[in-house]
């Protein structure tokens, strides 16, 4: 029996490990020592992870010292999202945190802060956060609090790829003295970066979004006398914002993924640009099987989005028999988010967009990788077809 191809169409929930992560770590396996020892083996231990720090400011642009590995995004989330903020030698309290209705679960749970403090920012019909809503909240809350205020948004959505105006929100946040925390996870190797431009005080970073192993992750500090509280007390590692020895390997692995990127951006980017011709084929294969069949809804269509990523809907689809149907035809999607269990389940994303029940249960993702994966499109869009026809009939 001949073993089937298949193709993998949702680097959003993950990306594969790239051949120079993969060899990196292998290396880095093979050595010895604890970072914070002086001897040879630690000190060796210590340039690999100092190497990949740089590696990381290089692709992000922006100061080495001032970034702190973590275990991965979401142990950064909660990291950040705290309600005291050391700056100097003095404490800030943060007395409320607002949250883009589009965010992540893990940004979603407010960190460290109590369900009290946590208020919701509306977004409108493609995503965007409401940026009349954010400085009203803002300023009620400056007028009857005396302590500053979070905002937490996502750069680039999972689900959807929506970009925010990331500039205009930090103008602003900033304009009422609140602080910006930004999720760059997926706008990571996926559009040009500038930390300086995002106006955002800390930002969360993910290595196996970006082709690097999966349990390490980054927080990038805006400026180094401004930090949330430790989340992980110990033995003053990472500079004394988290405790616990570092992964060596997986961070050296992260490092060499962003070392490829930073080679590779420009034409990565190029590579995404076929998906708007998927999305008319896909609003071809519906227009084909004639009216018994709705039209497609592309969420955020005609907004700035991630190139990689296109998340639609035929409504009388339902996601969880499409994705099965694709996976036994060996091509790898998904119906939104991968962070919940495994479970095909209504998106909060796209109930937050006003999207319909029906449109929600037919939502499906297509995220791209960094190749143009021509084959495993046409793949898709043969077995998409099939999935049309059967709904025709």
């Known amino acids: 029996m001949v073993q089937q191809t298949r193709h993998y169409l949702d680097y959003n929930a993950s990306a594969p490990l790239l051949d120079c992560a993969r060899e990196s770590m292998i290396e880095a396996l093979s050595a010895s020592g604890n970072a914070s020892s002086v001897h040879f083996e630690g000190r060796n231990a210590r340039k690999l992870i100092e190497k990949a720090r740089a590696s990381f400011a290089s692709l992000i642009n922006f100061k080495a010292s001032n970034i702190i590995f973590t275990s991965g995004a979401t142990e950064a989330a909660n990291h950040v999202l705290s309600p005291i903020i050391r700056a100097g ?60 205020a979070m905002v937490s948004i996502q750069l680039a959505n999972n689900e959807t790829g929506v970009i925010q105006n990331i500039e205009n929100i930090a103008s602003i946040v900033h304009g009422q003295n609140a602080f910006l925390v930004v999720d760059a996870v997926q706008a990571l190797g996926k559009m040009p970066l500038s930390i300086e431009e995002t106006g955002a005080d800390f930002l969360i970073f993910s290595s196996h979004k970006i082709g690097g192993p999966q349990g390490v992750g980054a927080i990038v500090l805006r400026d180094a006398a401004l930090s949330p509280m430790p989340l992980l007390n110990g033995g003053g590692q990472e500079n004394y914002h988290r405790g616990g020895t570092e992964n060596v390997a997986a961070i050296t692995g992260f490092g060499a993924a962003c070392e490829w990127h930073q080679e590779n951006l420009t034409k990565n980017i190029k590579n995404f640009a076929f998906r708007d011709s998927i999305e008319d084929q896909i609003d071809t294969i519906s227009k084909e099987a004639g009216n018994h069949v709705a039209r497609p809804v592309f969420f955020g269509k005609d907004t700035n989005r991630l190139g990689n990523t296109s998340c639609f809907s035929v409504v009388g689809v339902k996601a969880e028999t499409a994705l099965m149907a694709l996976d036994l035809d060996g091509i790898s999607v998904s119906s939104g988010s991968a962070c919940s269990s495994g479970k095909v389940k209504r998106s909060h994303v796209l109930e937050a967009m006003g999207a319909s029940q029906d449109e929600m249960e037919g939502a499906v993702r297509l995220s791209l990788g960094w190749d143009e994966d021509k084959l495993g499109v046409e793949r898709f869009l043969t077995a998409w077809k099939t999935i049309i026809g059967r709904v025709a009939a």
């Open 89 to 148: 030698g003095h404490e800030l309290k943060i007395s409320k945190l607002y949250i883009g209705a589009t965010e992540h679960p893990c940004v979603l749970q407010g960190g460290r802060f109590s369900k009290d403090q946590i208020e919701i920012l509306p977004v409108d019909e493609n995503g965007f956060i409401e940026l009349g809503a954010l400085d009203a909240m803002l300023s009620e809350h400056n007028a009857y609090n005396g302590n500053c």
